[in-house]
């Protein structure tokens, strides 16, 4: 039932930055843990970030560093800055939302294109 809508996804040359970000409805925002996957061709989804209702940070090694992710609760939106952007950061990037405590209620977003190439 909740509707993740992401947005900000594009073309950018290495070294650049830009910032994605993910607008949810339905749920009751402030209780889940929110986040980000990304998909790289011919790879498995894997995390990029997390953040918590209790704004604890979780990163992946390729990009901890270069990316941050933020939530701004009364808007419902989850956001990820991605700076030093680099080729392999190519991929279809997925808002994420798991409900604290229940790993089993979760919800995907359809997906947004980042390429970063010259």
């Known amino acids: 039932q909740a509707q993740l809508v992401e947005s900000g996804g594009g073309l950018v040359q290495p070294g650049g930055s830009l910032r994605v970000s993910c607008t949810i409805s339905d749920i009751d925002f402030s209780f889940y843990t929110v986040g980000w996957y990304r998909r790289a061709p011919g790879k498995q989804r894997t995390l990029v970030a997390t953040?918590?209702?209790?704004?604890?940070?979780n990163y992946a090694d390729s990009v901890k560093g270069r990316f941050s992710i933020s939530r701004d609760n009364p808007k419902n939106t989850v956001n990820l800055q991605m700076n030093s952007l680099k080729p392999e950061d190519t991929a279809v990037y997925y808002c994420y939302a798991q409900r604290f405590r229940a790993p089993n209620v979760n919800y995907w977003g359809q997906g947004t294109q980042v390429t970063v190439s010259s």
């Open positions: 953040i918590t209702p209790y704004y604890n940070e």
